[in-house]
């Protein structure tokens, strides 16, 4: 990993482009699966059950993001009930859990972004998006 290309970074530049790739790989995942909270099959967005900006060290883990719908995700908070019930389903009582001591461990403990991890993020996703194909789109 070619770590220089980032040393004129800021800690935000870096967060807004691993956001960029981690919500691109998400709705390329989800793509064939319905909204999270509603079940509705429409064009999906990224949607944290544990926000992003509340719960920084989930931001970028992908038991907690799931495909969503624009209307629960942005306009309806994410509709957290029904989120819950089909995570449950979707991960698992355990993963689930994993998620809920995470969150509760952030208020104790606390986070800070670390420019390492945040280039860490970045080359993941950025090289798992080149191996699936964007939605609409087939790799020939």
Known sequence: MEITKYKNKTIPQLRATAV????????????DEPCIS?????TLQAGHFYSGGN???????EDNVHGQCKKYNYFL????TEYEKNLRYK??????AKLHFTAERYKVVGF????????EI???YKALNKQSPPRGESRP
């Open 20 to 31: 960029r790739h981690f919500h691109t790989f998400i709705r390329n995942r989800d793509k």
């Open 38 to 42: 509603c079940g509705s099959r429409s």
């Open 55 to 61: 719960y920084p060290p989930l931001r970028f883990k």
């Open 77 to 80: 908070s994410g509709n957290l």
């Open 91 to 96: 991960i698992g009582d355990d993963r689930l």
């Open 112 to 119: 800070k972004w670390d420019r390492f991890y945040l280039i």
């Open 122 to 124: 970045i080359e993941k």
